[in-house]
T-cell receptor, first 112, second 112 residues
């Protein structure tokens, strides 16, 4: 079984500041890792994914994440946030096709 | 390519009734997964269908069921609705293999 812990439920940050959203996971088997973003009353949109290879993964909208196997972490970062980045962010792991386990989400609020 | 389409977007039902939600996956995607999203429980996996067969199942009571048709379209059914079934139901489709999920906008079900 897999589990995902998003360490911060809410992250407030000022516009143009850097941000890090933290995600730890637990699994007895190899997993694939994902970050999704959800805007109000919308579905989830993939930001980035780690399947294999380079541990630094770049995604859309300037986001990146680093896979750390020894610390079982997959933290999401952005060097400079915008108001439009205000949303809920979900970390997810998947070990079998068609089934993902999600964290509880982190609400990112970007203030002017 | 059209995205994942869920219908209806909003639904209000009375306790004890049953409801059917529909999901049309991205063309060529054979895997369709369903998730329930609530403020208290977060995103929880319901089940996944691949080529008309249920391949994965979450930990939900038998009132929750689904099916997939030969064109990969999927439906989920909830019988004997309870107030606690009020949630955003998200459908996601994936191509073959373990990859990211492509989500629809969801169906907001309110049980009164």
């Amino acid at each position: 079984a897999q589990s995902v812990t998003q360490l911060d439920s809410q992250v407030p940050v000022f516009e143009e500041a850097p941000v890090e959203l933290r995600c730890n996971y637990s699994s007895s088997v190899s997993v694939y890792l994902f970050w999704y973003v959800q805007y109000p009353n919308q579905g989830l949109q993939l930001l980035l994914k780690y399947l294999s290879g380079s541990t630094l993964v770049k995604g859309i909208n300037g986001f990146e994440a680093e896979f750390n196997k020894s610390q079982t972490s997959f933290h999401l970062r952005k060097p400079s946030v915008h108001i439009s980045d205000t949303a809920e962010y979900f970390c997810a792991v998947s070990a079998s096709a068609g089934k993902s386990t999600f964290g509880d989400g982190t609400t990112l609020t970007v203030k002017p | 390519k059209a995205g994942v389409t869920q219908t209806p977007r909003y639904l209000i039902k009375t306790r004890g009734q049953q409801v059917t939600l529909s999901c049309s996956p991205i063309s060529g995607h054979r895997s369709v997964s369903w998730y329930q999203q609530t403020p208290g429980q977060g995103l929880q996996f319901l089940f996944e269908y691949f080529s008309e067969t249920q391949r994965n199942k979450g930990n939900f009571p038998g009132r929750f069921s689904g099916r997939q048709f030969s064109n990969s379209r999927s439906e989920m059914n909830v019988s004997t609705l309870e107030l606690g079934d009020s949630a955003l139901y998200l459908c996601a489709s994936s191509p073959q293999g373990v990859t990211e999920a492509f989500f629809g906008q969801g169906t907001r079900l309110t049980v009164v």
